[in-house]
């Protein structure tokens, strides 16, 4: 079996300019916690996700003290979220280098790549960078038991 037979083809996306509040509205009313973000050719630029706009109620400017990020960097604490805790669009949230899919990959290989990463979906994208569709731990989890995603066991 293949990325293909078990991908969603239908992707919620957004673009680089995306608000933070569309963006959170994307995520609540389609209930996923990430989204690929694609320029006007549907080329896959990166992902936001749900930890990224939660960075900015952890992180947001007023709540971070120079000394404090400071000892961030001391403790070895990713200064990825800090960053992001000021983002105001998508293209200033986003996570830029991205593990993808292709659709002709192994589901096998591609389910075991997931769970070292311990990502909860792949981007799946064509040769030429254009995204495709996108591949979720609940899609494996469906072909397996020979269901749609979402539908009652």
Same mark, same amino acid.
């Given at each position: 079996?293949?990325?293909?037979?078990?991908?969603?083809?239908?992707?919620?996306?957004?673009?680089?300019? =995306?608000?933070?509040?569309?963006?959170?509205?994307? $995520?609540?009313?389609?209930?996923?916690?990430? $989204?690929? /973000?694609?320029?006007?050719?549907?080329?896959? /630029?990166?992902?936001?996700?749900? =930890?990224?706009?939660?960075?900015?109620?952890?992180?947001?400017?007023?709540?971070?003290?120079? +000394?404090?990020?400071?000892?961030?960097?001391?403790?070895?604490?990713?200064?990825?979220?800090?960053?992001?805790?000021?983002?105001?669009?998508?293209?200033? +949230?986003?996570?830029?280098?991205?593990?993808? =899919?292709?659709?002709?990959?192994?589901?096998?290989?591609?389910?075991?790549?997931? $769970?070292?990463?311990?990502?909860?979906?792949?981007?799946?994208?064509?040769?030429?960078?254009? +995204?495709?569709?996108?591949?979720?731990?609940?899609?494996? $989890? =469906?072909?397996?038991?020979?269901?749609?995603?979402?539908?009652?066991?």
């Amino acid at each position: 079996m293949h990325v293909r037979d078990v991908m969603t083809t239908d992707v919620v996306t957004v673009g680089p300019g =995306a608000s933070y509040g569309e963006i959170a509205d994307r $995520l609540l009313a389609h209930d996923i916690s990430g $989204l690929p /973000v694609i320029d006007d050719d549907g080329t896959l /630029v990166g992902m936001v996700t749900e =930890a990224d706009l939660v960075s900015r109620e952890a992180y947001g400017p007023d709540r971070r003290r120079p +000394l404090g990020l400071i000892l961030d960097y001391l403790r070895d604490r990713d200064p990825a979220w800090v960053r992001k805790a000021s983002g105001r669009v998508a293209g200033e +949230l986003m996570t830029r280098v991205v593990d993808t =899919a292709s659709p002709d990959d192994e589901l096998r290989v591609t389910a075991q790549r997931m $769970l070292e990463t311990e990502h909860k979906r792949l981007p799946v994208v064509a040769t030429d960078g254009r +995204l495709v569709g996108i591949v979720s731990r609940r899609d494996v $989890l =469906a072909s397996v038991y020979g269901r749609p995603p979402g539908m009652p066991g």
